[in-house]
């Protein structure tokens, strides 16, 4: 089978981070050769591994439709439509004339004195030889064959010290990793900004800015720490962020006299946490509300209080992923005595988290913003983002592929690239 970018796709997209081939015996035999000649050049990573750049062409139009469409509506039966949405998908997939790839392996010894070897395609595992997993047997001679022609070509370019020149140079940007000062991609993307600014308040953007300069609470510290107090602070924030719901409280009911304490709300503070936040909460519901030698002992795992079923309790609006999740911990300084860390700062969360800081401040509660020079930087664009190739996601992660056309160019040329060196082992 002769080799392009659309045949080196099926081999890609039949492996990735939880799944992989085993290698038959041919192409096992071969992914050892496409690993010695690439062990002539110093490792890029742990475990020997070893990464290198190669160009295949596009498929032709006709190759794409019989892969794709052919089995349904055979080339020479297709409708002008059919050819329509077959045109415009083998366009977007294959823009230009040839597609570039990363092909890596890593190989070492397990502790059984075999050596593992595992293949991959921009990243995506796509063969592996000894692995301890269960996985499909696939011969990929073809593949292979073609990976060890371009090792061996790419390595004599190191060798001639003509890489950069030859290779890494013509790759075009949509494949390259780099990073861009974040006022820079304001300036040739004005769109960039507004979007960004878009779920921020200028006026808490403001306060912050006044209240929390540094990593230092702004307001007296509290002699002692409770239930009570946590639960009140973190009311505080759900109002700030008008959270507060109809939504019950998860496996939690308010006692009448806690209730009246409140004024008859209909829900209190603590039943606002257990309406809103992770809930692994590690038997925090239990601790008497107004006893700080008890919420004290609980926090080191002590007391009677304690039960463990998740270690979630500072998190008190939870997400997908804790990265994007907003935490409050209750922290105690030996010498000056408690105060409150509220974390949030990736960019999804960080809006919430300067109205949360602003209103805890206002308040009257000590309060330390992790990541407070981060989340300035970000507002103030004096950081950097990371650009990836076209072949990675940008969802929920900080970072931008390369746009298109001329804003893309524009991009380009104020991005700082970055490729691994290559050198002799």
């Known amino acids: 089978m002769k080799i392009n970018a659309m045949v080196i796709d099926l081999y890609k997209d039949s492996g990735g981070p939880l799944k992989s081939n085993t290698a038959g015996p041919n192409t096992a035999a071969l992914i050892v050769r496409f690993a010695e000649i690439l062990d002539q050049l110093e490792p890029q990573g742990i475990d020997n591994f070893h990464t290198i750049w190669v160009k295949a062409h596009r498929p032709k139009f006709r190759q794409y439709y019989d892969r794709h469409y052919g089995y349904d509506e055979p080339y020479p039966e297709a409708s002008p439509k059919t050819l329509n949405s077959a045109q415009e998908e083998y366009e977007a997939f294959y823009p230009l004339p040839n597609v570039w790839y990363q ?62 020149k030859n290779i890494l140079n013509k790759i075009p940007y949509i494949y390259r990793k780099g990073k861009i000062k974040r006022k820079d991609l304001w300036e040739v993307c004005p769109k960039s900004k507004k979007d960004f600014f878009k779920p921020y308040d200028k006026r808490e953007i403001k306060k912050f800015f006044r209240y929390f300069s ?4 702004g307001n007296a510290m509290l002699t002692e720490m409770t239930t009570r107090i946590y639960y ?53 519901k239990n601790v008497p509300m107004d006893d700080p030698a008890a919420f004290e002992a609980w926090t080191r795992y002590e007391g009677p209080y304690y039960k463990f079923n998740g270690s979630h309790p500072w998190e008190i609006i939870p997400s997908f992923s804790t990265s994007f999740s907003m935490h409050l911990y209750p922290e105690k300084s030996e010498s000056n005595g408690w105060y409150f860390g509220l974390a949030g700062n990736s960019d999804i969360r960080a809006p919430e988290t300067i109205v949360a800081a602003n209103a805890l401040y206002e308040a009257g509660y000590p309060v330390v913003v992790y990541g407070t020079d981060e989340i300035i930087a970000r507002i103030e664009g004096t950081d950097y983002i990371p650009v990836v190739p076209i072949t990675e996601y940008t969802f929920f992660r900080e970072c931008i592929n390369l746009p298109e ?11 700082i690239w970055k490729f691994d060196e290559y050198r002799l082992n």
């Open 214 to 217: 540094s990593e230092t609470p």
């Open 232 to 284: 009140e602070a973190c009311a505080v924030i759900y109002k700030a962020l008008d959270m507060q719901r109809e939504t019950p409280a998860y496996n939690y009911v308010e006692t009448d006299a806690e209730r009246e304490r409140y004024g008859g709300v209909h829900q209190t503070p603590k039943e606002q946490y257990y309406a809103l936040a992770e809930g692994r909460d590690d038997g925090l």
């Open 405 to 415: 056309g001329d804003t893309g160019l524009a991009v380009a040329k104020k991005t």
């Open 103 to 164: 092909l890596s392996v890593k190989h070492f010894t397990k502790r059984s004195d075999e050596e593992f070897y595992a293949f991959f395609i921009d990243h995506n595992c796509v063969f592996t030889i000894k692995d301890s997993k269960t996985n499909p047997v696939l011969e990929a001679e073809d593949l292979l064959a073609w990976a060890i022609r371009e090792a061996e070509a790419f390595v004599s370019e190191v060798l001639k010290g003509t890489c950069e």
